[in-house]
């Protein structure tokens, strides 16, 4: 059964009484409908003839645009006809409307943003926005459509990140997983078909470059725990980079934001900040001394451990992110010291400090172990109940790795 298209007036109006013109689609007795945009009162309507009568005083406007969007309609309909394609009322009106989408690549980066923005991932946002307004810079302007975002545009795209931007590998791999996750949002929307995908087989590939992470040596932390000539500014950044490592190399961010009500039956309880996981780990007897440092600062149960985000409004997320990023710098500004003083001559950073605990523990407890440890895993809903409690065995492992 084939398809046909008519000029209509829906009849549901709005709060003001008046009905939206449209263009009615009906195949196998099902319709659907096209919206013009605008609304007229049923006596302006003829319904004899479908059109808007003379006396409306936008009669030859509206009924131009009505003829004008009923034609194009038309021709869709007989382009899927000559493709001998046989599609519902609601695929087509879907179809006619992606042909027609004036939104473009920005759009769905924009709406990205803020969705970011508004569940408070400001690192996220951060790195995000750069990536966003590299592809701005490259294109030149602000309307790229995702049908001209293809594998050419990719290619000149990473050559001119490359090239141009002097990004490494990895990092231009993270731009085309961004570029990746909105075109398929693009495709969810309707925005664009997915026959036009750039990415997978015999298209542009997303493969991650092999790293090498760089961690310390049992002995060149051994070097650290020694060091005594160490200035105020220095002792405590080695306190919070040992506290990290202790603790199987928890981020910073999560380190800056730990609260002495977080430490209760000799457990360290928190919620990781990239994830959102709840984790529970036994303290190794180490990490009491580094607490007895800070303890005379306690002003309550709810204070910060370390001071750094203490002078912050604790539920502006914003200015949290902000203080602890600078936090973060001015650490491994410290630690570059700490390193010369050790006689480290790698380079010495929070960060790190994770890659040391798994440096170590490599040899030490099995992967799947660690994998625990790291909350690398993906799991069912039990199972992530369960990581909250972690067993006698996973204690025992993080005790065996910073146990020396």
């Not at 914003?318 to 001559?345: D, H, M, P």
């Amino acid at each position: 059964m084939s398809s046909n298209a008519s000029i209509t007036l829906r009849k549901k109006p709005n709060k003001k009484e008046q009905y939206p013109l449209a263009i009615r689609i009906t195949k196998f007795r099902k319709s659907s409908y096209l919206y013009i945009g605008h609304y007229i009162s049923l006596n302006y309507w003829d319904d004899e003839k479908c059109i808007v009568k003379k006396s409306h005083p936008n009669a030859a406007r509206l009924n131009y645009l009505l003829l004008t969007k009923l034609a194009e309609t038309n021709r869709f309909l007989l382009q899927l006809q000559a493709e001998g394609k046989d599609f519902s009322a609601a695929q087509i009106k879907k179809d006619i409307l992606f042909l027609n989408s004036d939104k473009n690549f920005f759009d769905i980066a924009d709406a990205h943003l803020e969705e970011i923005k508004a569940n408070n991932k400001f690192g996220r946002l951060t790195v995000d926005k750069a990536y966003i307004g590299h592809i701005a810079t490259f294109v030149k302007s602000r309307q790229l459509s995702f049908q001209d975002l293809d594998e050419t545009f990719l290619r000149k795209y990473m050559n001119f990140l490359k090239n141009s931007k002097k990004l490494s590998e990895r990092t231009i791999v993270n731009h085309l997983v961004l570029i990746r996750l909105l075109f398929n949002r693009a495709i969810k929307q309707g925005l664009v078909d997915r026959k036009l995908y750039p990415f997978g087989k015999d298209k542009v590939k997303i493969k991650f470059p092999e790293t090498r992470k760089i961690g310390l040596t049992v002995q060149e932390i051994q070097s650290i725990e020694k060091l005594n000539e160490l200035t105020d500014e220095e002792y405590h950044a080695r306190n919070i980079w040992l506290f990290s490592f202790y603790l199987a190399g928890i981020r910073v961010s999560d380190v800056l934001r730990i609260r002495w009500s977080d430490i209760y039956d000799n457990r360290l309880h928190y919620t990781m900040n990239k994830n959102s996981k709840l984790v529970s780990l036994q303290l190794p007897e180490k990490i009491h001394a580094i607490l007895k440092d800070y303890i005379n600062d306690k002003g309550s149960d709810n204070d910060f451990i370390f001071p750094e985000l203490k002078v912050v409004d604790p539920s502006n997320e914003k200015q949290l992110y902000a203080k602890a990023k600078n936090a973060n710098k001015w650490l491994n500004s410290r630690l570059t010291e700490v390193a010369i003083k050790a006689g480290i001559t790698k380079k010495l950073t929070m960060h790190i400090a994770r890659h040391s605990f798994g440096n170590i523990a490599g040899d030490k407890i099995p992967v799947q172990m660690l994998q625990q440890l790291y909350r690398h895993s993906s799991v069912t809903t039990t199972m992530m109940y369960q990581s909250y409690f972690i067993s006698q065995e996973t204690d025992k492992a993080l005790n065996s790795v910073v146990d020396f």
